[in-house]
């Protein structure tokens, strides 16, 4: 309606249409033209079409190269997909190889508690403390691809393999952990093992008294022998049956001079008659170490060494736990 007005105004004021004189610079005759209203509108109406029709067709030419790039964009990305989809399948493959090998770590693992369980079985069980062993799966490990879905229900080879890496990574630290445990408890059973006083205390395992009830040599009388008595001269070096700690190296009633070492686990080693110390209280040593030196002092007959494994301070038979 405001367009209508407008023209009617402009038709009212202009409807003679236009007058446009020449006038030339030198001397001439001055020439007019008469040109209608509705002329004038025509050629207006036809150079605001071409400038909208400019300007329109430059739009659609800036949006066309924006659609374009815009797919030249989408083929650079699915160029890439292509190329990783091609790289996610043997990767993805390597993933199923991964778990095969991860349960043959885990059977050998498997095999290695039985082994361990069997170790405590026959030894550990009648001298160490050994913390009962966790018990561990014996289930294999399984890759649940089917379990990965999209929007579409169809699981990807990249979804699948993401789930795949997840689940390795979870199976890995469930590995580690129970390898873990077991490493813990060898390391323990082994430092029992060091700890343990078997190692003979002389390179000669020539015994002149067993553990028992025997007559004393000076006494006279029958009583209980707690150790065994080892032949040894003067100033023969006499070694540590275990790892431990000096607890006492001086002299003590019967037993002369005498170094008794704390092996833990309710352990102890005495090593009586002596001549002469190689350690002090406090010192740590370790299975197998000089620690002194055989002798005759203290209630002896002649040079020997008194060799005494004490459990819960109670003496044991040294024959049942030496090599």
């Not at 190692?199 to 028992?212: A, D």
């Not at 540590?240 to 009633?253: F, L, S």
């Not at 170490?289 to 038979?317: D, K, M």
Request: glycine residues 8%.
């Amino acid at each position: 309606m405001k367009l209508f007005s407008l023209f009617k105004d402009l038709k009212r004021e202009f409807g003679k249409g236009f007058t446009f004189m020449i006038v030339p610079n030198s001397s001439g005759a001055v020439r007019s033209c008469a040109i209608p209203f509705s002329v004038v509108v025509v050629v207006l109406a036809i150079i605001f079409f071409n400038i909208y029709v400019f300007v329109g067709y430059t739009a659609q030419v800036w949006q066309i190269k924006r659609i374009q790039n815009d797919i030249g964009e989408k083929n650079r990305q699915i160029t890439k997909l292509l190329s990783e989809q091609r790289e996610v399948k043997p990767t993805l493959e390597r993933s199923k190889q991964i778990i095969t090998e991860l349960n043959k770590l885990k059977e050998e693992r498997d095999r290695l508690w039985q082994i361990w369980r069997s170790v405590k079985k026959k030894d550990g069980k009648a001298f160490l403390k050994i913390n009962r062993v966790t018990n561990v799966s014996s289930k294999p490990y399984r890759l649940d691809e089917f379990e990965v879905f999209i929007e579409d229900d169809e699981a990807t080879d990249l979804s699948i393999l993401n789930s795949n890496i997840d689940q390795l990574a979870a199976f890995l630290k469930e590995e580690n952990n129970s390898q873990g445990l077991l490493i813990k408890e060898l390391a323990k059973f082994e430092d029992s093992l060091n700890r343990r006083p078997n190692h003979w205390p002389l390179k000669s395992s020539f015994i002149t008294s067993i553990f028992g009830i025997r007559r004393h040599p000076i006494l006279g009388y029958y009583r209980k022998h707690p150790g065994i008595d080892l032949r040894a001269s003067i100033g023969t070096k006499v070694f540590a049956a275990g790892y431990g700690v000096v607890i006492y190296a001086g002299r003590k009633g019967g037993y002369g001079r005498v170094v008794i070492i704390d092996h833990g686990n309710n352990y102890k080693s005495y090593y009586a008659h002596l001549s002469r110390y190689l350690v002090r209280k406090g010192q740590v040593v370790r299975k197998g170490q000089a620690i002194c030196l055989s002798g005759n002092s203290g209630t002896s007959t002649g040079p020997h060494l008194h060799f005494e494994i004490r459990r819960n301070n109670r003496p044991v038979n040294p024959m049942k736990i030496l090599k």
